[in-house]
């Protein structure tokens, strides 16, 4: 066994003995040492508890403990959620020393299922940005072209599974944040409903909208992490399964899932071909399921929505820690500008924007139960456009290019509905990603559903740097 192929290959090869968990995880740390000097994914690597925790599953298998699902399989952690004992910045300098005593739920769960913890991927700071860049190293490129960006704010997590170099990672999705990344990289990511999956455990954010979410190479990975990561916890309220139940519908006579295409978000910049592309994916899959696939005229309204969504987000970093990073003049001078924008227009909605917000929400609301009706499944582009180039000098993104990164997928956010993003092959030689959408508590549909068409239709992507380095980890 040269290289895996899936979390589930490796932690079938290390359970049956043909290799082990220490082999695996010093081959993936040979990877990240080989590979990611050039692409900046990782901010920590933690060799030392790493092995110390390969340490602590050997001695669990001896005692006798079944094997977790994720046992002895490299993962990584974005680098907002806490992790015990390991370097968590929250890609901002006025945590770069910072060591956490307890990790952060979903990262807790993955241990506890025997996953390895190798380290913590680039992040912006607070996971503000929609670049992969912050003050404390280099920006993170895309592996596919490392003049382009691989997007944000989980791009490290994105570009290192692209790579190789470890099969799952755990990012974070507050507008697209683990969507946008996962579709520029060529890998497939998925955003759970509100509450799937607990909260907690992190930095500044949102709270309100961001989710824990996996990110893999194979649809199967990604959805056997969602499962290790979801289900109730005491400490998030919000993590109790009563409201996922209520959106949950019966599969159509004959187990096929009716389909919707929207191609159009209705903000300007989409690419023709990245479109098409997606279109072609879209009835691909719908032709291999022998399922129906409705192309109504009409658009995902995305500018509708938008000012009331960056205005409950805005005000949640706020809320969430930045007033007080802001209002220490030590501390914010050490906070990248971005951060600060961000803070001085949150600190400006007040009560009754917030308010108004609210009712949009509910709106929004509505609006996606209305593109859902009669169907199961909404799909779209995950973006309108490939990776684009990172510009030289200071770090800058205007807000309306900002809405373009997030027009197919703020909109969940702001609900509460599940997304996920699978490959759809590549435009100019980068690749395309193919959104699906579906009500609360459909995850494990959606991800079958990436799972099937890459199986059938279009197997996941690699860049040149995934052939690049094989290690023997037999």
Known sequence: MTEWDSAQEVRDAVVSGETTAREVTLAALERIRALDAALHSFITVDEEHALAQVDELERRSAAGEDPGPLWGVPFSVKDLYDTRRVRTTYGSRVFAEHVPDADAEPVARARRAGAILVGTPNTPESGIYLRTVNDLQPETVNPWDHSRTPGG??????????????????????????????????????????????RGGGSVGTRRFSAAGPIARHAGDALLLWRVMSGPDPADPLSQPRFLRAYNQPMPTGGRPRLRWLGDSGVPGAEDDVVAAALEGARTLAATLRAPLDEPATTLQAPRFADAFYDMMQADRVSTGGAELYADPERRTLLTDYSRHQFEKGAKVTGADYSRALEVQLQATQHLLGLLDEVEILLTPTLAFVAPEIPAGPQALPEDARRGFVAFTFLMNYTGFPAATVPCGTVRGLPVGLQLIGRPGSEELLMNLCATFQHLVCPPPAPDTQASVSVDIK
């Open 153 to 198: 704010s989980s791009g490290g997590a994105a570009a290192s599974v692209a790579a190789g170099l470890t099969p799952i990672a755990i990012g974070s999705d507050g507008g697209g944040s683990v969507r946008i990344p996962s579709a520029l990289c060529g890998v497939t990511g998925l955003m759970p409903s509100r509450g799937s999956v607990p």
